[in-house]
């Protein structure tokens, strides 16, 4: 009796870490997600061009990016739970100064700094997130990222969704105080502070005997102190080793498709509603909405990552992949409300279909004792790729127009799509 008691209560408890974890990584998105449909706003308020917002959002995911790989090595030294609620206290104060307002001559400054703390605190979660559920789910991987990247991405149907909102009461003449977009930042600060403290409070400490899993297996001179946190024996840091895994041709084939990805991506969701109203000609509100609706499709993570788990990996990402460059390419050449919904739908699918598998491979094929590491640096490249992809998209649109710069995007998926068959060849 003591004993199923004990084993449902240790279940509970793995869930609660799912749970929080994901909740988190909603409010990351929901902050990163709430720039692009405010930048009509900012562009008029502000003064400034697309190519300055995209170069402002570059800069904020170039920080994401930066974080990948200290924060995946530190969570190899110091376990994740400190990693994880360090960042969510520091995305906190990122959204508290974006929810205070200022004079306008200071407030280009501010939207700025206040960018580059959410990209600091929310650019130390995912890498140490996927690389925790892959301990805590070993035989469910896929199905426990999917949960991760399904709620994750609501943030991103939650944020257009609620600036629509605060639009809406703005154009219906409600003037109660802070009912403007600084009041989603404002949520988003009292959020992560929430959040920050109920992770201290409830995630064990990350070793491995707290987490129910095998031990680290860490090997190849490395040993493991009493906390389940692998070291170098040399104390050297084990960065040779974190190099040493794109020494594989499939491993390193497979980072550069999810680079390709990445670019297309983040290049595209950052400025996917400029482009529908520039481009495709939709009113504001109807562009919002399909954004929305480019996340709410995220429910494909859940079935995606389920699948991988059961027919393969590579398989689902090669159809997945195939299915966001159809949709993009459509998007490219369709015109109408209801063809160009089913373009970004189709995109939506694929991409998002797409991520979860991704990490579910990559945690898959990375060894035990460097996992985390590893994982940041695959993601610090492939954010990397992300990152610059705003700043390419909005000089590109400033230059020839937007159709031209989703183009290069399309090139990009392209490349992503090619690069997966190779790696199905190399292994």
């Given at each position: 009796m003591g004993t199923g008691a004990g084993s449902r209560l240790r279940a509970l408890a793995e869930y609660d870490v799912l749970a929080l974890t994901a909740l988190i990584w909603f409010l990351a998105k929901f902050l990163r997600y709430a720039f692009p449909p405010l930048f009509p706003v900012f562009r008029d308020s502000l003064g400034v061009s697309s190519a300055v917002l995209g170069v402002a959002f570059?800069?904020?995911?170039?920080?994401?990016?930066?974080?990948?790989?200290?924060?995946?090595?530190?969570?190899?030294r110091i376990g994740a739970r400190?990693?994880?609620?360090?960042g969510a206290v520091v995305t906190g104060l990122g959204a508290l100064v974006l929810a205070v307002p200022v004079p306008e001559p200071l407030a280009l400054g501010v939207l700025v700094a206040g960018m580059l703390l959410v990209g600091l605190g929310t650019g130390v979660h995912k890498t140490?997130?996927?690389?925790?559920?892959?301990?805590?789910?070993?035989?469910?991987?896929?199905?426990?990222?999917?949960?991760?990247?399904?709620?994750?991405?609501f943030g991103g149907v939650a944020a257009p969704a609620a600036v629509v909102a605060v639009a809406g009461a703005a154009v219906a003449g409600v003037t109660l105080p802070w009912l403007d977009?600084?009041?989603?930042?404002?949520?988003?600060?009292?959020?992560?502070?929430?959040?920050?403290?109920?992770?201290?409070?409830?995630?064990?400490?990350?070793?491995?005997?707290?987490?129910?899993?095998?031990d680290d297996g860490a090997s190849d001179g490395d040993e493991t102190d009493d906390a389940g946190k692998t070291t170098d024996a040399d104390?050297?840091?084990?960065?040779?080793?974190?190099?040493?895994?794109?020494?594989?041709?499939?491993?390193a084939v497979f980072v550069l498709a999810t680079v390709c990805f990445s670019f297309t991506y983040n290049g595209a969701v950052a400025f996917l509603p400029l482009y529908l109203t520039d481009a495709a000609g939709l009113p504001?509100?109807?562009?919002?909405?399909?954004?929305?609706?480019?996340?709410?499709?995220?429910?494909?993570?859940?079935?995606?990552?389920?699948?991988?788990?059961?027919?393969?990996?590579?398989?689902?990402?090669?159809?997945?992949?195939?299915?966001a460059t159809a949709g993009l390419l459509a998007l490219l050449s369709v015109s109408g409300v209801v063809a160009v919904g089913a373009a970004?739908?189709?995109?939506?699918?694929?991409?998002?279909?797409?991520?979860?598998?991704?990490g579910a491979y990559l945690a898959a094929v990375l060894p035990e004792s460097s996992a985390g590491g590893g994982l940041g640096a695959v993601r610090t490249l492939l954010m990397g790729a992300g990152a610059f992809a705003p700043a390419v998209v909005g000089g590109v649109a400033d230059v020839a127009g937007f159709r031209a710069a989703f183009g290069v995007l399309a090139v990009a998926l392209v490349g992503a799509l090619g690069l997966t068959g190779v790696v199905a060849v190399v292994e």
């Open positions: 570059t800069a904020m995911l170039a920080v994401y990016a930066a974080m990948q790989f200290p924060s995946g090595a530190l969570a190899d400190r990693v994880i609620v360090a140490v997130a996927v690389r925790l559920l892959s301990r805590l789910y070993p035989g469910r991987t896929g199905r426990a990222l999917g949960v991760l990247d399904t709620l994750g991405a977009w600084h009041a989603l930042f404002l949520a988003g600060a009292v959020a992560a502070g929430g959040f920050a403290l109920l992770f201290a409070r409830t995630v064990p400490d990350p070793g491995a005997t707290d987490l129910g899993t095998a104390g050297r840091g084990g960065l040779r080793r974190y190099a040493a895994l794109f020494r594989e041709p499939a491993f504001e509100t109807t562009a919002s909405l399909l954004y929305s609706g480019l996340f709410v499709v995220s429910l494909v993570q859940l079935v995606t990552g389920d699948l991988s788990d059961r027919v393969g990996r590579l398989p689902v990402i090669a159809a997945t992949l195939a299915l970004v739908v189709a995109f939506g699918l694929g991409s998002h279909g797409f991520r979860p598998v991704r």
